[in-house]
């Protein structure tokens, strides 16, 4: 096994990422609803060897609701029952730093964490788009930076909450009556420009320490951010350039916060389309396309990158584009540089989209996709992946039984695991609780 083990992230969506997943007769759409699908997807990328498996997070409705696989389930309450089911496997959901309060997020990755035994870990989201705004008594959303401004007081805020037990503050003596050391426990006294949080936290420290913390926003004031607090970060690129570029940029801001290189995992999301033979693989592309409602992707490419595309004539390259936008800068930068470098239509780049919502489309045989993972592992820009199946369960069983087997016979990928919590397997260490040592928060 190479020093430097290769991380996998299994990036679960309903029944498939392809948009048109629940539409193709290799899914069912009656799971969504089901717990035990989410089940059976967690114990499968378990026995995979997986690091852990992610469930992304929305609080507005996404697309049109004619034409999308409705979300069923809150990501958290879902992990607590996978968790259930399973004993190694780390369990990431997404949570809000603008529509939710820190305290209670605190609580609710807290509980995950002790139910799982150590696995959970939090994709810090800013939230993008007015939708979600008008969901939490507000016209819109803030402003960006200001976004990300709220997001770095929110993570002091609960650092501090994960912080406020000692890991010996519980003492359980039944003799004196005595539960916990009140001397090992302590108020967090916050007050800041968004949030004032007395604390202590009602919840003794967790097995991690903190939950992981991974982020996804690629935009200037986003990896200013992660290199503050990220551990790993989830990012799309099209191609390996820009794949590196990203790379050598964040891991070259680490320095400035006192941070290590291998202190943070970068993990590109990647859309394995699979087939026997490259055509084999081809024909299931295809057969994913032509199932693609283009009103339900515009709908949705608009909502995405924050511009109305809604009537523009499909067979016409993009309309002129704003300089950037206030809802997902480097997606909407990705959308935009795909759609000129490739001067494509926009059914064209709808099609492009349509697997992966511009995380990279791979599609071939398990030869390719072993090639492709190892190429972006071995050339920095990639610590791992964020293995986006198009149609589940099948999509990652195969990666299972073909892809992984190639990439444990490079010595890339471990055969089982060595540790317990999701830090052990992302190989990053459990923060200290800063009782007897200052506590580490990064400078900056
Ligand atoms: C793999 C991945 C997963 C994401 N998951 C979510 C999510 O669950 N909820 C959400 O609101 N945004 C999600 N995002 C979007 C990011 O949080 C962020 O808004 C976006 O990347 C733009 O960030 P930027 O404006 O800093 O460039 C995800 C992004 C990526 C790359």
């Known amino acids: 096994m190479s020093e430097r083990p290769l991380h996998l992230n299994a990036f679960l969506m309903g029944v498939g990422h392809h948009e048109a997943a629940w539409r193709h007769p290799r899914t069912d759409p009656a799971r969504l609803g089901d717990v035990r699908h989410y089940q059976e ?37 879902l992990l607590t029952a996978m968790a259930a089911v399973t004993s190694r496997i780390g369990l990431i959901a997404t949570a809000s730093t603008s529509y939710s309060e ?7 990755f807290a509980s995950l964490d002790h139910i799982s035994g150590g696995r959970a870990g939090w994709n810090i989201v800013t939230t993008a788009g007015d939708r979600a705004a008008q969901n939490f008594s507000l016209g819109a959303a803030a402003d960006h930076a200001e976004r990300y401004e709220r997001a770095d007081e929110y993570l002091r805020v ?22 916990a050391d009140p001397d090992r426990v302590r108020e967090i006294a916050h007050a800041g420009r968004f949030h ?21 926003g690629s935009s200037a004031d986003g990896k200013a951010f992660a290199a503050k607090w990220a551990e790993a970060v989830f990012t799309a690129h099209q191609t390996i350039e820009s794949g590196r570029e990203f790379y050598a940029d964040l891991k070259g801001r680490l320095a400035g916060h006192g ?24 024909r299931l592309a ?26 523009h004539p499909l067979d016409q390259p993009l309309p002129p584009l704003p300089e950037t936008v206030n809802g997902a800068q480097s997606r909407f930068a990705l959308v935009r540089d795909l759609a000129e470098r490739e001067r494509l ?11 992966g919502r511009g995380h990279q ?64 397997h992302y190989g990053l260490a459990r923060p200290a609780d800063g009782f007897d040592s200052p506590r580490l928060v990064p400078a900056g």
């Open 286 to 311: 295809d057969e994913l396309d032509e199932l693609i409602v283009p009103a339900r992707a515009v709908r949705q490419l608009s909502e995405m990158i924050g511009v109305d595309l809604i009537g």
């Open 361 to 424: 489309v791979v599609t071939g045989t398990p030869e390719q996709i072993a090639d492709h993972i190892e190429l972006w592992f071995t050339t920095g820009a990639a610590d791992g992946f964020n293995v986006m199946a198009p149609l589940l369960p099948s999509g990652l069983t195969e990666l299972i039984d073909t892809v992984l087997p190639i990439l444990r016979s490079r010595g890339l990928f471990r055969a089982e695991y060595t540790g317990t919590t999701l830090r052990d």
């Open 158 to 179: 609960v650092t501090a909450l994960w912080d406020s037990w000692a890991d010996d503050a519980v003492v359980v003596d039944r003799n004196s009556g005595r539960f």
């Open 345 to 355: 239509t926009l059914r064209q780049l709808l099609s492009r989209l349509g697997g």
């Open 196 to 216: 004032q949080v007395r604390g202590p936290l009602n919840t003794p420290r967790i097995p991690q320490g903190h939950p992981l913390l991974v982020q996804a």
């Open 259 to 282: 941070r290590g290189v291998d202190s943070l995992k970068v993990l590109p999301g990647i859309v394995p389309i699979l087939g026997s033979t490259e055509a084999e693989a081809r």
């Open 41 to 77: 997807l967690a114990r499968i990328a378990e026995a995979g060897g997986f690091d852990s498996v992610f469930l992304a997070d929305g609080v507005q409705v996404w697309g049109d609701v004619e034409h999308t696989a409705a979300q069923v389930f809150e990501p958290i309450t």
């Open 102 to 108: 820190p305290f209670n997020l605190a609580r609710w």
